[in-house]
């Protein structure tokens, strides 16, 4: 498909559905890979299991940092794609190129010889270090540029409008990673147990599966205009306007993550049943607000579509149907989740404490979810118009002012336990959510559109 061909799209007029189905079916699918990638390794090694998860929390910093690159690439790219500026679309992908590789040469480097001067620092069993240090390395280290890639490619094809396309390549990768992880860990057909080494590589190969099938999919949509040849001429204000929209949209995911670990430590103090309660309640909560996520990613690019069109006023009457969707999906599923917690919470423990305050948290959880379901939403819709700075300012406004402290008051002060701690994030996700509305109300938003 030629440019002239090109500009003739309307890609405001492509159904939210088109965009968010796929993005829901692909973040339910990685969710449940998830678990299975927890329970293949604990049937094999508990230690293992604890150093995978202190390695994933350092995987997961270092994806926040390439999603400053593709956050902010999605949001210029969706504009520009409203407004028919096929050649700055072009260049906005080789510029999210560009900077995703050299972002990941560094992250790279550092991690292969920063790794080990890194967890020597814990407190921890040596086994757990070895195995840590292992995934950390080949997965963390190794594999970073290819996962940088996904995400930038992934971007990309989604802000064109492909998410089928992403979906099904995550679909592949995922189940790769799965069977990888089987024939490292049970050694099946003969082979050697390979442990945590064979399921890092397992990871890595997956991701560069994905990589491969990713391009090949990029290259079958002729309206996908991306080239290596000439990022060398990209203007320099394209990569400021991608940072200038990533930058603070990750310093939002860094302060949300940072406050979730102290409330956590807040929860540690509770004890052992808390703590329990507190990861299943997680789990369970996840594939509730999933959902609204996925909605919230499909209207940003359509969002981005309707400003970059001069079309303000359609993103504007939209959002609030958009929104009432995201809400009815979120609060119908925590109710039916609550209607059939027993069988639910017997899947995860027997112990009567610990479902009891499952139980409980659940309940809350109906408070947490319908706030928490208008900032997945709207919040998206204000980045999409270019908006951004302001829902990161009052996220970490309310984060900090709200979340951490009330849920120490709450929580530890009034011994109100888990459950206090959970009716401070629902509060805290409502003010947020009723904040984020009125913004959209004002209209303040149509004045930063991308130039």
Request: charged share 10%; hydrophobic share 50%; proline share 3%.
């Amino acid at each position: 498909m030629t440019t002239a061909t090109n500009a003739k799209i309307n890609r405001a007029a492509l159904p939210l559905s088109a965009l968010a189905l796929p993005m829901v079916l692909e973040a339910f699918f990685r969710i449940l890979v998830s678990s299975a990638d927890t329970i293949m390794l604990s049937s094999w090694n508990q230690e293992s299991v604890a150093a995978v998860g202190m390695a994933s929390q350092y995987i997961f910093f270092i994806q926040i940092l390439f999603n400053v690159i593709c956050i902010g690439t999605s949001i210029v790219l969706s504009q520009y794609l409203g407004a028919n500026r096929h050649e700055e679309s072009k260049q906005v992908a080789q510029a999210s190129a560009v900077m995703v590789l050299i972002v990941a040469l560094v992250l790279s480097t550092l991690v292969i010889f920063g790794a080990k001067p890194l967890l020597s620092a814990y407190s921890i069993e040596e086994s757990v270090r070895t195995y840590a240090w292992q995934y950390l390395v080949i997965f963390g280290g190794f594999g970073s540029i290819f996962t940088a890639f996904n995400l930038m490619q992934g971007a990309i094809l989604r802000s064109y409008g492909h998410t089928r396309d992403a979906m099904y390549i995550s679909f592949t990768a995922n189940i790769l990673n799965v069977a990888g992880n089987a024939l490292s860990l049970y050694g099946f057909f003969g082979l050697p147990v390979l442990g945590v080494v064979g399921v890092a590589f397992s990871s890595v190969f997956s991701q560069f599966a994905a990589t491969i099938l990713l391009g090949w999919r990029m290259k079958a949509h002729p309206d996908v205009l991306f080239a290596v040849r000439g990022w060398k001429s990209v203007p320099g204000t394209i990569y400021k306007k991608i940072l200038s929209i990533g930058i603070p949209t990750a310093g939002e995911n860094l302060a949300y993550n940072i406050s979730q670990i102290v409330i956590t430590a807040m929860v540690t103090t509770l004890g052992t049943w808390a703590m329990s309660a507190q990861v299943y309640t997680q789990t369970i909560v996840r594939f509730v607000f999933v959902a609204a996520m996925s909605i919230g990613n499909a209207v940003q690019i359509k969002t981005g579509y309707y400003v970059g069109a001069k079309q303000p006023e359609q993103a504007y009457k939209r959002l609030y149907r958009y929104q009432l969707i995201g809400t009815l999906i979120s609060v119908g599923m925590i109710l039916a989740i609550n209607l059939l917690k027993g069988p639910i919470i017997g899947f995860f423990t027997r112990t009567p404490e610990i479902a009891a305050l499952t139980s409980a948290i659940l309940l809350v959880s109906i408070y947490v979810e319908t706030g928490r379901s208008i900032n997945l939403v709207t919040i998206p819709a204000l980045k999409g118009a270019g908006d951004v700075r302001f829902p990161v300012f009052v996220g970490m406004i309310c984060m900090w002012g709200i979340s951490v402290p009330l849920s120490w008051v709450l929580g530890i002060k009034l011994g109100l336990g888990l459950p206090g701690i959970w009716f401070a994030i629902g509060t805290d996700e409502t003010v947020r959510g009723i904040i984020m509305l009125f913004r959209w109300k004002s209209k303040r938003w149509q004045t930063k559109a991308i130039q």
